[in-house]
């Protein structure tokens, strides 16, 4: 298995960034991953007002796949999401709809062991493990790792976690995959801005399907297909992701115009990943059986 440490890390996804790695279609990479403060926070003593912000998000690569080429998609199977021992979360008057009823930031260092978040003397969390941010090089002009959109990058979906696979389009050869920003747990919608922060270990099958399955993210895990949609509000997000899971349900199935949108109506759900970062990400699930009786498969 290809080890690749966090020595190198992007703040930018672009097709200009040199492979810190080349892989062959089909293997699978351990990456390790700091935490979206490139763990500035980490020291007890840390404050907010130390945090060096343009070293915020870093993500860990890029890495080539070799025989990836625009037009092709990258199937990312996340096969292992391994944490640190204590991650950190804050809240502060900067973000998110709460920020007038904090009067100063917080910071909270949490430790995790034996797949339990030890938030409180009262309180122990589930573990829900997730990639915060993972994507490819856009088409265009390299996109700052804070920023989410059809290449993937700072989605915040809790639905990229272990088990699933991730589909990306390809946008230039090689693909430039890259990495960072696990969380331990986060709410839908990351109300705060801030997920439990966490560095750790990724492994992840990387595999170049020929053709484009779509020009956006999609997840499918054992239960549903996701298509994410990144926009500059909320509003419009919602309406990409309905029209996006669309084209999923038409193209990927044998469903007509008219069931794709009655069975959105019927079945598909609606999720705001997060509201904070550059553009607005939100989901539309479709249940995976339901898609399977009109001939969906899974790639
Ligand atoms: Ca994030
Ligand atoms: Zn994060």
Redesign the pocket.
């Given at each position: 298995m290809t080890y690749i440490d966090n020595s190198c890390v992007v703040y930018r996804m672009g097709r200009e960034a040199q492979p810190v790695q080349t892989v062959s279609s089909g293997e699978t990479v351990r990456i390790q991953t700091y935490d979206?403060f490139r763990n500035q926070l980490m020291p007890s003593a840390a404050t907010m007002e130390q945090v060096d912000f343009d070293l915020l998000?870093p993500a860990t690569g890029p890495i080539a796949v070799e025989g990836a080429n625009p037009g092709d998609t990258l199937k990312i199977e996340i096969l292992k999401i391994e944490l640190d021992a204590t991650g950190c979360t804050e809240i502060d008057q900067t973000f998110g709809v709460l920020r007038d009823r904090v009067r100063q930031p917080v910071i909270r260092r949490i430790s995790v062991s034996d797949d339990q978040i030890h938030y409180s003397r009262r309180l122990t969390l589930r573990m829900k493990p997730m990639i915060?941010?993972i994507g490819v090089a856009p088409a265009g002009d390299s996109v700052p790792t804070d920023t989410p959109g059809n290449h993937g990058g700072?989605m915040?979906c809790t639905l990229i976690a272990q088990g699933a696979t991730l589909y990306l389009p390809v946008f230039v050869p090689g693909a430039l995959l890259a990495v960072g920003?696990l969380h331990a747990c986060m709410g839908d919608g990351?109300i705060a801005g801030c997920?439990l922060e966490i560095s750790g270990h990724v492994e992840l099958r990387l595999t170049v399907l020929p053709a484009a399955s779509h020009a956006f993210p999609v997840v499918v895990d054992g239960q549903s297909i996701a298509v994410i949609a990144s926009e500059p509000s909320v509003e419009m997000a919602w309406k990409t992701a309905s029209r996006y899971m669309y084209e999923v349900l038409t193209k990927d199935t044998d469903m007509s115009s008219d069931d794709a949108i009655m069975l959105q109506s019927l079945a598909a759900d609606l999720a705001i990943c997060?509201t904070i970062?550059p553009q607005a990400t939100v989901r539309m699930t479709f249940p995976l059986d339901y898609a399977s009786a009109y001939g969906y498969q899974v790639l």
């Amino acid at each position: 298995m290809t080890y690749i440490d966090n020595s190198c890390v992007v703040y930018r996804m672009g097709r200009e960034a040199q492979p810190v790695q080349t892989v062959s279609s089909g293997e699978t990479v351990r990456i390790q991953t700091y935490d979206c403060f490139r763990n500035q926070l980490m020291p007890s003593a840390a404050t907010m007002e130390q945090v060096d912000f343009d070293l915020l998000n870093p993500a860990t690569g890029p890495i080539a796949v070799e025989g990836a080429n625009p037009g092709d998609t990258l199937k990312i199977e996340i096969l292992k999401i391994e944490l640190d021992a204590t991650g950190c979360t804050e809240i502060d008057q900067t973000f998110g709809v709460l920020r007038d009823r904090v009067r100063q930031p917080v910071i909270r260092r949490i430790s995790v062991s034996d797949d339990q978040i030890h938030y409180s003397r009262r309180l122990t969390l589930r573990m829900k493990p997730m990639i915060g941010v993972i994507g490819v090089a856009p088409a265009g002009d390299s996109v700052p790792t804070d920023t989410p959109g059809n290449h993937g990058g700072n989605m915040d979906c809790t639905l990229i976690a272990q088990g699933a696979t991730l589909y990306l389009p390809v946008f230039v050869p090689g693909a430039l995959l890259a990495v960072g920003d696990l969380h331990a747990c986060m709410g839908d919608g990351e109300i705060a801005g801030c997920g439990l922060e966490i560095s750790g270990h990724v492994e992840l099958r990387l595999t170049v399907l020929p053709a484009a399955s779509h020009a956006f993210p999609v997840v499918v895990d054992g239960q549903s297909i996701a298509v994410i949609a990144s926009e500059p509000s909320v509003e419009m997000a919602w309406k990409t992701a309905s029209r996006y899971m669309y084209e999923v349900l038409t193209k990927d199935t044998d469903m007509s115009s008219d069931d794709a949108i009655m069975l959105q109506s019927l079945a598909a759900d609606l999720a705001i990943c997060q509201t904070i970062n550059p553009q607005a990400t939100v989901r539309m699930t479709f249940p995976l059986d339901y898609a399977s009786a009109y001939g969906y498969q899974v790639l």
